[in-house]
């Protein structure tokens, strides 16, 4: 069957983002070694151990994993919305990042609570600032759009996947969206998929999915039992994981005509 639609991740496959968060961090690194005397490389590991430990360990981490929001969405997020989840997420991230920082902070013999505050708005502030598109992303999309639909399934908050979305200029190219905190459904579910692709009025044998994430992109396709889920493999974002996936592509410009022989 002729693939009519393909379904996109952004984080790490659209948007660059485990790189612009670890750029983020560092940058709050220097900042913290110009206010407070410490070693901004240690200052680095303290926060990233701290922000994993406290963000699996947090009343929210039942919901943040479910919908797909990392520890350094946690970090920057807004969490905006009415739902009681991300109401008490808001609450709870507020506190979180503070505490991220005051921690590596304590790592080094240093407690200031308004240094760590300051380091926190810093991080935030970096993290928007750094954000970029992936290589190839647009020229993508456009060779695509030309002769199929195009849609973005994208795990995580409904303001901060939006925002992303809005920075990127991406918006435009899709002709459905799917944000797992709108939907309540996060990837690998097939029912996520299922909903977008009724939005494209199209079947799952006649679509593909390009991801960068093993176990959600590529193990959801396969869930859903689409033609062809395409891993993108993204140098830092790796996944150890028993998921095979169909193809397998390091490069954005690679997916069009690796596209157009799947159809054939």
Known sequence: MAIEAI??????????DEAVSMEAMKSTGEMAAQLAGVSAPLFVDDARMAGAALWREGACHGYTKSIGISFNECLWGEFE?????????????????????????????????????????????????????????????????????????????PDLQREKIAASGLGKYFDAIAVSGERGIGKPRPEIFHLLLKELDVSPDAAVMVGNSLERDIAGALNASLASAIWLQVPGSEEHDDVKPHHTVRGLHEVPPLVESIGR
């Open 7 to 16: 379904l996109f991740d952004l984080d790490d496959t659209l948007i660059v």
């Open 81 to 157: 919305g009415a739902t009681p989840e991300l109401q008490a997420l808001r609450a709870w991230a507020l506190d979180f990042r503070e505490a991220v920082f005051a921690s590596a902070l304590r790592a080094q013999e240093v407690n200031d609570e308004e240094v760590a505050e300051q380091l926190a708005m810093h991080f935030s502030k970096v993290r928007r600032q750094f954000q970029r598109l992936m290589p190839d992303a647009v020229e993508t999309l456009v060779r695509l759009k030309a002769n199929h639909k195009v849609a973005l399934l994208t795990n995580g908050a």
